[in-house]
């Protein structure tokens, strides 16, 4: 369950939250209630005792009231807060100290729940109920960078969904207490000091990962993951330690296939989360604008593929809408069916050839494990690969039935539609509704295909002869949506002498029995997600 927030919310009446009930803080706030408990103190209701308004009163713990370093933070969330006027950032209207001297700030009172709570229960949710909630957080933001102010903690916990009126998904940013803010002079300065690791690891971008000084575009790649996470329900990068999870936002790319995130979505995405700020969007109106022109027919904003310094050498990020990879120099490419490589020429001689020759067999073997589920290791040339039982009859190449055109899709007159388009590379593909294998059209063509508009997800089947089906969900919410899709052939048994041989035949069509086995190639289906290069 998320933590308590500070700021608004449900009564959570605490031993702790007693103290100040009944208090009159600056002689016109009376402490009503308390509120619930942070991580730097306590949150109090208050009334004012004219107006006889409700407030929000934060007040830093006792034991932190002590120590200036933690005073020093408190203060500039209080002043960086104020001085943003946007109706989408939490207002800041008091300042004071209470009869024990610790010092407080009132602020307008919120009821709600932030993002993290309602990512909790709700899980994904579309991009049409994302993008208003998305465009008010990167508003606030830009007015928060207009006044040389940079959150440093973005993440879902710090934007409050309240209802406003008939709108029940209206954000407010909270919480600035570790915010950046440009014009500080050089004594305060310290607590924003180069080389210090601050904010939350599972949004935080490459350079503060590295503990470099960060400036608006961290804000920027943290939002990207937010938009990430509201449309997937989870975030793009975890890990055990929070190392793991920071190397893997400087060393690794989002994968962004998802029935939520289109391929305009999904360049929003990885050009905010872009490794090097520099290809980032440049502020938050630039975002915004994106943002605004996904379905419009314009084009998708253009996503730069990185090299990104690593202590083992450079490394290229490759973005896509789909398959995304890392490639080290050196190594095979991730994400594509390469042609088998030659195999090894043999050499006589020296132990240092005869070390490589052993270390590639084992690497081979790792490989085959990996990729072949945990089987046996593959055995010398010399022994067949599979013997084949004597008693057993020869089989015969399975013929495929012949299959009755399938019926159309019957989409009543006057119904909304949309029309996505799917593209299958050089193979068509029908296009089928995995309910009732309707027939929507096929793939490759300019103007898609024509399916009810929903915001509910869809299952689609891609079918072509001498492919496996491909099944996958879309939610057919905006019109245009593109999706890239690789069909993967059928697998045929192959029959020989006699008897059926499950043995693989090589991608240079030769006999696979009797011959050195090829090193196994990844197929795009066994991908999935990146590797961390520090993972055990």
Not at 105 to 111: A, I, K, P, R, S
Not at 280 to 304: H, K, L, T, W, Y
Not at 318 to 335: F, K
Not at 401 to 428: D, F, R, Y
Request: aromatic share 6%; glycine share 10%.
């Amino acid at each position: 369950m998320p933590q308590p927030r500070t700021g608004e919310y449900a009564a959570v009446p605490t031993a702790r939250g007693q103290d100040l009930v009944g208090t009159v803080l600056l002689d016109r706030y009376k402490v009503v209630g308390h509120l619930g408990d942070g991580g730097m103190g306590s949150v109090y209701l208050v009334e004012h005792t004219t107006i006889l308004k409700k407030f929000a009163a934060k007040v830093l713990s006792p034991a932190l009231s002590t120590r200036q370093d933690y005073i020093d933070r408190f203060l500039r969330e209080a002043r960086a807060a104020s001085v943003i006027s946007h109706p989408n950032v939490v207002e800041i209207t008091d300042f004071g100290t209470t009869p024990g001297g610790a010092p407080f700030f009132v602020m307008e009172f919120l009821q709600g729940e932030d993002l993290s709570e309602t990512i909790a229960s709700k899980g994904a949710m579309p991009w049409s109920r994302v993008k208003p909630m998305i465009l008010q957080i990167c508003g606030a933001l830009q007015a928060a960078h207009e006044q040389g102010i940079v959150h440093r903690d973005m993440k879902p916990g710090n934007c409050l969904r309240v209802k406003h009126g008939n709108n029940p998904d209206f954000i407010k940013v909270l919480d600035f207490g570790i915010a950046k803010v440009q014009s500080l002079e050089a004594e305060e300065r310290s607590l924003t000091q180069t080389g210090t690791v601050i904010g939350t690891p599972e949004y935080m971008s490459p350079e503060q990962g590295w503990g470099h000084a960060v400036d608006h575009r961290s804000d920027i790649y943290a939002v990207g993951v937010i938009l990430y996470e509201l449309l997937t329900g989870h975030v793009p990068f975890t890990g055990e330690t929070m190392m793991e999870v920071l190397n893997r936002h400087i060393y690794e790319v989002p994968n962004v296939d998802h029935p939520h995130i289109s391929q305009e979505v999904g360049a929003l995405i990885l050009k905010a989360m872009q490794k090097d700020r520099a290809f980032r969007f440049q502020s938050m109106d630039e975002m915004i604008a994106a943002a605004e022109a996904v379905g419009s027919g314009a084009a998708p904003v253009q996503v730069v593929d990185e090299e990104i310094k690593a202590p083992w050498g450079p490394v290229t990020a490759r973005y896509t809408t789909a398959v995304t990879q890392i490639t080290i120099p050196g190594e095979r490419s991730t994400t594509a069916v390469d042609e088998a490589p030659p195999p090894p020429e043999k050499k006589k001689g020296n132990g240092a050839v005869i070390g490589l020759v052993l270390a590639g067999v084992a690497a081979i073997g790792v490989i085959a494990l990996v990729l072949g589920g945990g089987d046996e290791a593959k055995p010398t040339p010399e022994t067949p690969l599979v013997a084949a039982p004597p008693q057993e009859k020869a089989e015969t190449p399975p013929q495929e039935a012949e299959t009755p055109p399938p019926k159309p899709v019957e989409i009543a007159p006057g119904t909304a539609t949309v029309n996505l388009v799917i593209s299958t590379g050089e193979v068509a593909a029908e296009i089928l509704d995995a309910r009732d294998e309707a027939f929507y059209g096929m793939t490759n063509t300019p103007e898609g295909v024509a399916i009810r508009k929903s915001d509910e997800s869809v299952m689609l089947i891609l079918r072509a002869k001498g492919y496996e089906d491909l099944e996958f969900s879309v939610v057919p919410d905006l019109d245009g949506k593109r999706f890239n899709k690789t069909l993967v052939e059928k697998k045929t048994k192959a029959v020989k002498g006699g008897t059926s041989s499950k043995t693989k035949k090589p991608k240079d069509g030769g006999d696979s029995a009797g011959e050195t086995a090829e090193k196994p190639q990844k197929t795009e289906s066994q991908l999935g997600e990146i590797k961390n290069p520090f993972a055990k």
